[in-house]
């Protein structure tokens, strides 16, 4: 076998079912093995999209994404999709061709230090020198992106070493003495942790990203109902809870519920699973939540006492230790006058909007949810989109909510539903876009027509950069600095792809053009018109105390 | 606060790059660096001194470094009773008339001569950091020409 084919072996027994690439000069020949190979590949129209539609399928399935491109020019612009998956800790694999062994390091065609370039957005990365290390360094490379704290991983491989002839040898075991995550929680940590538990009376669960990527999301509510704590979540935790249960709060921090943020400012104890206390989240840090003391669980230590000191950090997977937690805590403090206070905040401060004339975008998320039942897998663009698709859509299962939330990529919702929608062929995909973000990544609609992969998209249409113009709005005396957009029509656009285009411009349409979309069997774009000015509330100014609520309505 | 710490790393390509980029990626300056293998060959030992201008962002950093895969452990000397040193070599011109007045501060060092020719003399000394400091302070009045040292390096 030579170096491609062992490539696509080692991919083949890893599992991996879809792959998403580009061709170029550096990876003729491993193209030239794919061309044969049993496994799906899907030709994407920019590298980006590759990197990303893997994130979404690796988002959507707990399954690593694969994406491949060449040398140079190709594997920049991987670089985006990279660090995306790289901050919401995404299981991904990318491969790079490079030039040739004996011209690395000689600025020769196409040639970039790509191992360099993306040294601190990957969890780890590879540059092969030789054939004989291809086939561990593949598993090395599935292992390290999929355990512990997931995360990409770059193979870098020279256009010579695809070439190059050996005997295929399937190392059997990896072992990687230096790498070796925590699973399970210290017995002693756990017990206190739930002594803090027993003595709370006013606790609150805050759970991230950590409860989806372990699966921990029945653990979460057996602990939830169990203690009876209210639950709050961020972006990354959607999901993880269903957002229909009594004790659910829905998201915390900038853009957060008011009843979420009073909640953790006022709380005695902080139950934080699988989250990082980002600043987004936080707001001002020495004036959050004052009161509480902080269990954390988080399977990196890193995380643990970075930005808000911790009384019982907890190191190891969030399912196990919710599991070891549940067995240790014996009782609870009688705690209904805190959820009575809870829930006094939640019938003060509901989410709501003013509901005018025009289209509101906060309407349409509505609308979708409630024709998909909840049952979707939404992805998001960045902005005010992505904001409103959190808040208004009830996500009741983990995997259904796509979004970049640590970079926040303009241009990521579209591919990602690509990568999820071929991950979850059974479930219909929306990409609530913004107008900006959307055309980002555009030529992606090419990829979704030419293989059937049936998204839907809606484009939230504002006609502006929506979430810089509200800061503009807010902060910048409403000096509207190059935030308002020309678009395209984007219904021709869409049938000039091989799509079906929809242009919505009435409150009353929404719903049937919702529905006329997911029965359509073609890739779709909803054009809504919505409200230009509409902001994003409630919301909190950046290095603001979370309970420093502004937009009135709290 | 001056930080010495040692790390254990898998000897291969990029480590070091690696490790270096933790500390660039936030502004730290190494302020010195001394790789070299162990006792076994597949392990190196990188002693690295940094002034950690926040020490906050210093235990951040050694968390991350025991988060690179190819790194084995992170030993933080600082607060740990250790044996530190460091070598230098320092090229000196000096006047014939003040042979013997070098010889006796050089003693006084444990430094030695291990090259010369004519007035010029390459001396080598090892020793602690303040140790150092004071040698090259006297060294100064024979007038210094270059100096190479090796960097800390530490044992606990
Ligand atoms: C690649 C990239 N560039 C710039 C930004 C900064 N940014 C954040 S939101 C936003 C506006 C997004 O506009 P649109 O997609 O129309 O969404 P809206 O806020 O209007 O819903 C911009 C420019 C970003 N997040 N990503
Ligand atoms: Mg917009």
Redesign the interface.
Known sequence: MNGAQILIECLKREGTQVIFGYPGGQVLPLFDKLYDADVDFILVRHEQGAAHAADGYARATGKPGVCIATSGPGATNLVTGIATAFMDSIPMIAITGQVKTFLIGNDAFQEADV??IT??IT??NF?VKDVKDLARIVREAFY?ATTGRPGPVLIDIPSDVQLQEMDFVWPEEVK????NPTYFGHPGQIKRAAKLISAAKKPIIYAGGGIITSGAHHELKTLAEKINAPVTWTLMGIGGFPGEHKLSLGMLGMHGTAYANHAIMESDLIIAVGARFDDRVTGRLDAFAPYAKVIHIDI???SIS?NVKVDVPVVGDAKNILGQLIEEIKETQDISDWLKTVEEWKKKYPLRYADKGIIKPQYVIEQIYEATRGEAVITTEVGQNQMWAAQWYKYNQPRTFISSGGLGTMGFGLPAAMGAKLGCPDKVVFDIAGDGSIQMNIQELATCVCNKINVKVAILNNGYLGMVRQWQELFYKRRYSHTCLYNPDFVKLAESFGAVGILITKKEDVRSAIEKAISIDNVVVMDFRVDPEENVFPMVPAGEAINRIIGGLA | MKHTISVL??NK??VL??VA?LFS?RGYNISSLAVSETLDPQISCMTIVVQAEDEKILE?IE??L??L????SVTDFTKKEHVERELVLVKINYLSKQKAQLDKFLKKFLAKVVHGKENTAIIEAVGEQEQIRQLLEGLAKFGVHELVRTGKIAMA
């Not at chain 1, 990687?176 to 790498?179: L, V």
């Not at chain 2, 895969?69 to 084995?72: E, L, S």
């Open positions: 191992t360099g040294r601190p969890k780890h540059l390290i990687i003495r230096s790498y990196d230590p890193s970075k | 790393v898998e390509f990029g790059a690696r980029g990626a951040q968390k991350q025991n988060k895969i190819d790194v084995i």
